[in-house]
Nanobody, 120 residues
């Protein structure tokens, strides 16, 4: 079955950086678009980024403003999210999901999440 496990979250000061990782198994990783989504306390699921199976096309919502970069290593079945210039409003649980954002939003597989807290 599909398994996704995120890591790399933690506590970081405003302006700092974190790199999230996600290890995938149970499906043909290189054939699947993948997404990062997040959920802050009391809020709904929010799209962070997604990427095609071959890694050639990445998409971001406008609010990312070039601060985040999604990437993948298909040889290692891994997905990454480099986050720079973090702000307190980026505090959330971050999840990797199988599929583009709309599939994850509609209940597609995602991992247990990794907590990112941005605070001084």
């Amino acid at each position: 079955q599909v398994q996704l496990v995120e890591s790399g979250g933690g506590l970081v000061q405003p302006g700092g950086s974190l790199r999230l990782s996600c290890v995938a198994s149970g499906f043909t990783f290189s054939s699947s678009p993948m997404a990062w989504v997040r959920q802050a306390p009391g809020k709904g699921l929010e799209w962070v980024s997604d990427i095609t199976g071959d890694g050639n096309l990445a998409n971001y919502p406008a609010w990312v403003k070039d601060r985040f970069t999604i990437s993948r290593d298909n040889a290692k079945n891994m997905l990454f999210l480099q986050m720079n210039n973090l702000a307190p409003e980026d505090t959330a649980m971050y999840y990797c999901g199988k599929g583009p954002y709309w599939a994850v939003r509609n209940g597609g597989p995602r991992g247990p999440g990794t907590q990112v807290t941005v605070s001084s």
